[in-house]
Each structure stands twice: as structure tokens, then as C-alpha cells.
């Protein structure tokens, strides 16, 4: 095969591992906060060993959810199911990538000024890009175009979905920080570990939706059954 011919099927496979590593890494940070939550079998420094775990494990489906969104257009525009515009495909991966370095500076930098700032950038991209893949799929839906396919319509539309519930899980999972803080300071007590068994089971709520619109979309894009 020719390098023209490989680049459609090998984008199609990123896509996948991309899939993979979005919903196996979530899993395993899901595993590890399901952990944390036994204060009554770990130490209070176990726990502690396990969430700084977790955040390094969150970074994967991190890395994976920035760079679907240039993977995804480049598949439907190599596949021809839509004739992606070269300023849009060109502006995917752009926010794809910056969206990628705000993740990992923010990172590196953690508990700082410039990791809140990349935070807030995050924020506002992530939901720019959500309304966009929540119009492509209702415009699609209704007019049959931009995506004449009405299951990869869906699937853009289920992904805007997926994009809202993921940033629900990091506005729910906000009030962690200083719950946290207190829990170091103070010790472990029902006065400071209810509120943040609290907190940790109403974001476990949008974790779920998350999982669940990932196998639907999963579902559609190896199916194709509309």
C-alpha cells in the first residue's frame, strides 16, 4: 500500500487507541478514587499516595480527549464523509494541540497562578469546542449536512454530549481542592471526610454519563446501523 493509502486506515486506528485510552484510563482513575474512599482500610498517607496516583493517571484520558477532537475531523474528512474545511481542520488541530500543552503545563506546574490561568483557558476552549460538536450534530440531524450519515451525525452530537458531562465531572469535582486542604490539616474526621465523600460521589454521577456515551459512540462508529 501506498503512504495515501495507509494514512485513512492508520488514522482510523489512532482514533481507536485514542478511544481506548480516553475510557481505560478514566477506569483506572475511577478504581483508584473508589480506593481513596476507604478511609476505614488505608492510612490517611495511603490515600494520599493513591489520588497523587490517580492524578498521573488522568492524564492519559486527558491526552486522549484534547487530541480526538483534530483525530476525529481529519477521519471524516479522509473518509469523505464530509469535505472539512482546510481553515476548520487546520483550526482542530491548532486548539487540539494548544488545548494538549495547557493539560500538561498545567500539570507541571501545579497548585500555581499559571496552572489556574492555563486552567481557566482550558475551561473556555473545551466549551467552544463543545457547542460546535453540538451544532454539527443537530444541524446534521435536521438537514441531513453537514454529515449526510445519519449515525455519524449522532455520534458528533453524543460527542458534544461527552464533551458536557467531562466538564461537569471537573466543575463538581472543584470544592476536592479545599476539602483536601482540610483533610491534611485537620485529619481524618467524619467533620472532613463527609463533605468530600460528598463531593467525590456527585461527580462519580457525570463519570458514569461519561462512560456511557463513550460505548454509545463507540458503538455507532463500529456499527453503523442508521
Known sequence: MSVADLAYPSLVYFHLLLFVLWLGGDVGVFLAGQHFRKRFIYTLDQRIALLKLLVLIDMTPRTAWALMV??????????????????????????GLVWLWL????????????AARNRRIEFWLKNAITLGYLWLGVQSLAQGAPLAETWLAMKALLFGLIFAAAIMIDVAFKPVGPQLGRLLKEGSSDETEVPLRRTMDRTRIWVFVVYAL?????????????
Open 70 to 95: 483534530p483525530v476525529s475531523l481529519s477521519v471524516v474528512s479522509l473518509g469523505g464523509y464530509w469535505a472539512v474545511p482546510a481553515w476548520l481542520l487546520a483550526g482542530a488541530w491548532a486548539a
Open 214 to 226: 463513550l460505548i454509545a459512540t463507540s458503538y455507532l462508529g463500529a456499527v453503523k446501523p442508521f
Open 103 to 114: 493539560v500538561w503545563d498545567a500539570h507541571f506546574h501545579d497548585m500555581t497562578p499559571r
